[in-house]
């Protein structure tokens, strides 16, 4: 199983990007669907999460900007950020809870940069 993030990119504040992450390979079901993020000098920390049902989870400091979905069909977890502030800019890593043909686990995509620029 991989997961492949996209999206990530330099803009100004009060802003919009959407980062993508898609998950391949031999798939039975995916739980939990979400968003890390670790900014220069400080500690990852979650960003939002989306479980198999629905449920959303979000950091305070992103709620009202970003909006986390998922297309089940596509195995697909998307995180749209709106009004982005420099304080947003991180890396951001996307994860599954994925049950595959080799048991279940927690799998992590690459990471794609964001930068907001004041």
């Known amino acids: 199983v991989q997961l492949q993030a996209s999206g990530g990119g330099l803009v100004q504040a009060g802003g919009s990007l959407r980062l993508s992450c898609a998950a391949s390979?031999?798939?039975?079901?995916?739980?939990?669907m979400g968003w890390d993020r670790q900014a220069p000098g400080k500690e990852r920390e979650s960003v939002a999460v989306?479980?198999?049902?629905?449920?959303?989870n979000y950091v305070d400091s992103v709620k009202g900007r970003f909006t986390i979905s998922r297309d089940n069909a596509k195995n697909t977890v998307y995180l749209q950020m709106n009004s982005l502030k420099p304080e947003d800019t991180a890396v951001y890593y996307c994860?599954?809870?994925?049950?595959?043909?080799?048991?279940?686990?927690?799998?992590w995509g690459q990471g794609t940069v964001v930068t907001v620029s004041s």
């Open positions: 994860y599954a809870d994925i049950k595959d043909d080799l048991g279940s686990g927690s799998h």
């Open positions: 390979g031999t798939i039975f079901s995916i739980n939990d």
């Open positions: 989306i479980t198999s049902g629905g449920s959303i």
